[in-house]
Each structure stands twice: as structure tokens, then as C-alpha cells.
């Protein structure tokens, strides 16, 4: 079976795990929804010649699950019943329809799939094994050709952990006794 | 095309989400699949018609055009991880609300002038 069926399957898949995600009243099987449509993009990404991608999604996927459900589903396990605004609903499915509707035109310029552009690559694709030294190439751009960037993702994550730390602690700094 | 079109459908799916739910936990559900669709929609950009992992091997000599391209993916491999803490960092701060206010409903936290 060619890869595109493949990816229809999966991607519909997806699109209907998401609408029961946001759609489902019950909060804890909402995470559990989402947490499948994290999994059919690992699985996805294992279509596409992704590896990598799919270990750290699927690993990412059941941190972002643990984290979830930890931290809300004892807070409302029980049914949520919010109202909402029929006319809001309505008016915001209008206007991303059209925005769906538009947005065919341009994605007619894109190259179509499968044929993709590969200008920057090629560079490392073919000189990659030889200047790095590393047999995975996806391995030599992270570490070697673009290591600034990973540095950047590094220090983001420390931002967000220290961040997390600072809004979840339970008792802020002691204030110093005037003396 | 269709497999872009279904990737900015999946991608309209979270705004949606986002802009009409009034339920926080609902909308960092939202900005996830967002984040899913980005993903995968740079991965899919990447892909070569039978083209094979960019995993080089002793022996056996794949030419450069028979391999997807590693550039999206490894911004992708990025993109996951800074996800993640994004993540944590909205339920964190949800979690601070919920405390605050004892509600996850946007429209009844209204004190946070001042």
C-alpha cells in the first residue's frame, strides 16, 4: 500500500480523535482522546521516514498524558456542564470555513507532496557522513550543523521547568524582618 | 494537497477549540493539537516519494536523492521537546487558577485587575 492511503487513514483518524477531544464533556477520557491523536502522529511520523520523530512523540505523548491527567483529572472527574454561546459557535465555524476555503489557493503553490525542495539538505545529506562522522544525519544537523538552535531549545526548557517550579511552589520567599 | 488540506483542517480544529471553549483544561487541549498539526505538516513537506530514513550505513551506499530531507525533522525534534515544556507550564499556571479561583471557566475569573 502506498504511503499516501496510509496517511489519510491516519490523518482522518486524527482529525475525528480531535473533535471528540474537544467535544467530549468528561475531562479525563477528553486527555485520554488527545493522548491517541499524539499517538497516530507518531505513528505518522513512522510513515514518513521519521524514526526519531516518532520515539520522541510517542515518549512526549504519555509525559504530556501523566502530566495532564495529574494535574486535572482529580480536580474535575466529574461531568463538566459549561454553556455556551450558540451564535459564538456558529459564527466562528463561518469565518473558519472561509479561512479553509481561501486557504486552497494557497497551498496550490506548495510543491506537491512528495516532491519536496531540498536546497540546505542536500549539503548535508551528502557531505554529512564524512564531516560529522555521525551515521544518523537528523543526529548531525541537531548536533552539529545547528547546535545554536538546540542550545536555544535547552534554554527554553529550562525557562518553562523554572517557570513551572515558580508558579507551583507553595510558599513564596520569606520576608526579611525590618531590623 | 489533500493530505495539506487535512493537516490545516486538523490545524483549524485547535483554533476552534481555542477561541470558542471556555474550559481552560479544553484549551490547552487545543494549543496541543495545534502544535500536532505544525508538526506534522513540516514533516510532511519533508517527505520523498520512496525515499528512505536518512540513516547513513557501512556498505551500502544510498545516493543523496534517495532520502528525505533531515531539516525538517530535526527542527521538528526541537519543536516536540519546547512543546512539552509549554505544555507543563500552562497546566502549572491552571492549576494556580483553579486555586485562586476555584473555577477552570474563563468567564468567571474576572478579578485579575490589579
Request: aromatic share 10%; hydrophobic share 55%.
Amino acid at each position: 500500500m502506498p504511503v499516501d492511503i496510509w496517511l489519510y487513514f491516519i490523518l482522518g483518524f486524527m482529525i475525528i480523535g480531535s473533535i471528540a477531544c474537544l467535544e467530549i464533556k468528561n475531562i479525563l477520557s477528553s486527555i485520554i482522546t488527545i493522548g491517541v491523536v499524539g499517538l497516530g502522529l507518531s505513528l505518522a511520523f513512522l510513515f514518513l521516514g521519521a524514526p526519531d520523530l516518532a520515539l520522541v512523540q510517542f515518549v512526549f505523548e504519555i509525559l504530556c498524558m501523566i502530566i495532564l491527567i495529574r494535574a486535572f483529572a482529580k480536580r474535575s472527574i466529574e461531568v463538566r456542564a459549561l454553556r455556551r454561546d450558540v451564535p459564538e459557535t456558529i459564527i466562528a465555524i463561518v469565518i473558519l470555513a472561509s479561512i479553509f476555503v481561501l486557504s486552497i489557493f494557497a497551498f496550490k503553490d506548495l510543491p506537491s507532496f512528495g516532491k519536496p525542495i531540498v536546497r540546505v539538505a542536500e549539503r548535508y545529506l551528502a557531505q554529512a557522513g564524512v564531516e560529522t562522522g555521525s551515521q544518523n544525519i537528523i543526529t548531525a544537523v541537531i548536533l552539529n550543523y545547528r547546535v545554536y538552535d538546540t542550545l536555544g531549545e535547552v534554554t527554553v526548557l529550562f525557562t518553562a521547568i523554572l517557570g513551572t517550579f515558580t508558579i507551583l511552589r507553595k510558599t513564596g520567599r520569606k520576608k526579611r524582618h525590618a531590623e | 494537497m489533500i493530505l495539506y488540506l487535512m493537516c490545516f483542517f486538523l490545524f483549524l480544529v485547535g483554533v476552534y477549540g481555542a477561541i470558542t471553549k471556555r474550559d481552560l483544561i479544553k484549551i490547552i487541549l487545543a494549543i496541543g493539537i495545534m502544535g500536532y498539526s505544525v508538526n506534522l505538516f513540516l514533516v510532511l513537506l519533508a517527505y520523498r516519494t520512496g525515499a528512505l530514513v536518512p540513516i547513513l550505513k557501512k556498505g551500502l551506499d544510498i545516493p543523496a536523492s534517495m532520502m528525505v530531507d533531515p531539516l525538517p525533522q530535526a527542527i521538528v525534534l526541537t519543536s516536540i521537546v519546547i512543546e512539552l515544556g509549554i505544555t507543563a507550564l500552562m497546566a502549572a499556571l491552571a492549576i494556580r487558577i483553579y486555586q485562586k479561583y476555584d473555577t477552570f471557566d474563563i468567564t468567571k475569573i474576572r478579578r485579575l485587575q490589579g
